[in-house]
């Protein structure tokens, strides 16, 4: 296994753009925000955590965002306890998942209770598409060892019901990038402004984009099984938005077992693969020039990474 340590800041930074990221620059002067008080109701039972960015409330926090901001709020069950319900600004929403739009201060409060059985462990796979593919280029692998069926991932919602190897006692789920492209959109409308010492371009909030929708697919997927231990394979650049999010400081990172990227021809654009990776706690990488229809090396490199976790076939 290629283990790396590399960029640790850089990685974190990425992490990190968070709400301000595409309003500090595009409102150099504005301070004006709009802020969330969240909290778990009794301080247990649970946390909550936000996307964009890094943020777990546990029992309390108090998020700041510029007004029109999407903020999603994950409601995620510590392993014996349940998900009940929520209080406040998401008192009507259904489920785990609360997406809000900043437009005035508000507070939110999540309810958990006591579990009748602790959540069952559960081995996740998480596929990440490379840009300028979509989901589907995963068809291939999901064909093979799921049966066609590894439900796709969208601004952490799992559309579908769950698919799982029974050779390999595996879930599958593909990400499907898109869903927080609106900020990039919300600044760019209002007009972007870089700062001569360099500031917060279009391309630096896209590419923190991307990290924090690995973040949400991760969280998705913990909202289904709260007791997870992950393995994510990830395609060209996407690489590096599965990086951005092992930068950070979250929670979930001790469920990551290690991320598996493979790459195609040159590598260009990846060369942090090359020169180096972090491990987040245990996660540890590996890369692989393969294609996500080699089906057969892709299993091999996961059997590698994962120590027969995920068992070659």
Known sequence: MKKYRYFLRFFKGLGRLLLFAPVVAAYPHQSMAVTLDVRVADGEGGRVASVPGDMDCMPHCVIQAFPQTVVSLFALA?????????????????????????????SVVAHFAKAKARAAPAKVLLLLHGKGFRHTVWNEFAKQHFNNLCPVVYGGVVLGKDSF?????????????????????????????????????????????????????????????????????????????????????????????????????????????????????????????????????????????????????
Not at 81 to 88: I, Q, S
Not at 282 to 307: C, H, M, R
């Open 165 to 313: 190897d029974p050779d390999n006692k595996v879930y599958c789920y593909r990400v499907a990038f898109g869903y927080y492209d609106m900020l990039v959109q919300g600044a760019e409308a209002r007009g972007l402004q870089v700062t001569e010492t360099g500031g917060n371009t279009l391309d630096d909030i896209a590419a923190g984009n991307l990290a924090h929708e690995v973040r949400a697919a991760v969280l998705g997927v913990l909202s289904r099984h709260p007791n997870i231990s992950l393995t994510v394979v990830s395609q060209s650049s996407a690489s590096l938005a599965a990086l951005g999010w092992l930068g950070t400081d979250a929670a979930e990172h001790s469920d990551a077992v290690g991320l598996l990227a493979l790459y195609d021809g040159d590598n260009t654009g990846l060369e942090p693969l090359q020169q180096g990776v972090l491990p987040i706690g245990t996660a540890g990488l590996v890369t692989l020039q393969a294609n996500p229809e080699q089906v057969g090396k892709i299993s091999a490199g996961l059997a590698q990474l994962t120590q027969m976790w995920w068992t070659e076939r």
């Open 78 to 106: 510590d392993k014996a306890y349940r998900f009940k319900g929520w209080e406040g600004a998401c008192k009507n929403t259904i489920g785990p998942l609360c997406t809000l739009t900043a437009e005035e201060n508000a």
